[in-house]
């Protein structure tokens, strides 16, 4: 059993798939920490929330230890996704949250950060958590994972678009685990060839790479190694919000109970697959999906 921390925002989402809406609780470190608790770890979430939502947390399962710290509001995102390709999102903020306010060092004082195994953070924008408060936790705890996405979001009125990750390089020697698209990983890379940008990226800091890759699944570079994590079947996809976070949680927590990468890549992958075809965050076990790779192998051997 993993001891891992996770900070971040929690948000209120609206997803639009086809003429399906869905109003959902959301956010990185909501879908991670529902995904490493059904893997039974020692979960802590530290979201960011504000006061009139704190309904939100009766949605957190009552086994993750909560510590909320609230800010002015709750960000409201609006996800739409295309009918033709389920992975191509467009994006929307319909209420920003409070960015005067994002987690300080003050918050953490109370919190024995050395004796965490992983500490995720899932900043939705770029003050969330600042690469003062990023520095701070990466000198107590080097294991420090960060999904990106908030690094490169550009809110202009209701409207989000990619921008450039400008000061990239003050956060990247902080991060032991990247978590990022192969859109923004080309874009920080200034390259146009997946594997230079891997390999460019890790040079400044990063020791572990998850890249999504949209359809073809995932990329993990680990130890000068690229590994691909495709997806066991494309039929079926209903929701692909989230995915990042539950395929990222679960290869991660494989991987603090000394999995090598192939191993861990097996339970991610098919836990994302699983997460994709429900509109909750992941609902099966370990147990149950080491019955899916069982089974995964036997239909292999019998081919």
Known sequence: MAKILLIGSLTKDLIRIQNISKNLVGGSVYYA?????????????????????KS?????????????????????FE???????????????????????????????????????????????????????????FNKNKKVCLYAQGFFRNFYETEIK???????????????????????????????????AILKIAQMGPKEIIVNMGKNGFLIYKDNHISPAPYPNLKGFINPNGVTSTFSAIYLSERTKNKNVENA????????????????????????IEKIIKVHDLLNKLN
Not at 56 to 65: A, Q, S, T
Not at 182 to 196: P, R, T
């Open 79 to 137: 996800n739409i996704y295309s009918s033709k390709n389920i992975f191509n999102r467009k994006q929307r903020v319909l209420t920003l949250a409070g960015i005067n306010k994002g987690i300080t060092i003050q918050d953490l004082k109370d919190l024995n950060l050395k004796e965490y195994d992983l500490i995720y953070l899932g900043p939705q924008s770029n003050i969330d958590i600042s690469k003062e408060v990023i520095s701070y936790i």
């Open 162 to 196: 990619e921008q450039k990750w400008e000061e990239a390089n003050k956060y990247l020697n902080h991060i032991y685990t990247l978590i990022l698209s192969d859109k923004q990983l080309l874009a920080l890379s200034k390259k146009n060839n997946i594997k230079k």
């Open 33 to 53: 920490a529902e995904a490493l608790n059904k893997f039974g770890d020692d979960v802590t979430l530290i979201p960011l929330l504000s006061l009139d939502n």
């Open 265 to 288: 890549i097996e339970y991610a992958i098919n836990a994302a697959y699983i997460k994709m075809n429900s509109w909750q965050p992941l609902k099966k076990d370990r147990n149950r």
């Open 56 to 76: 939100l947390l009766r949605h957190i399962h009552k086994r993750i230890n909560v510590k909320p710290i609230y800010i002015k509001e709750t960000f409201l």
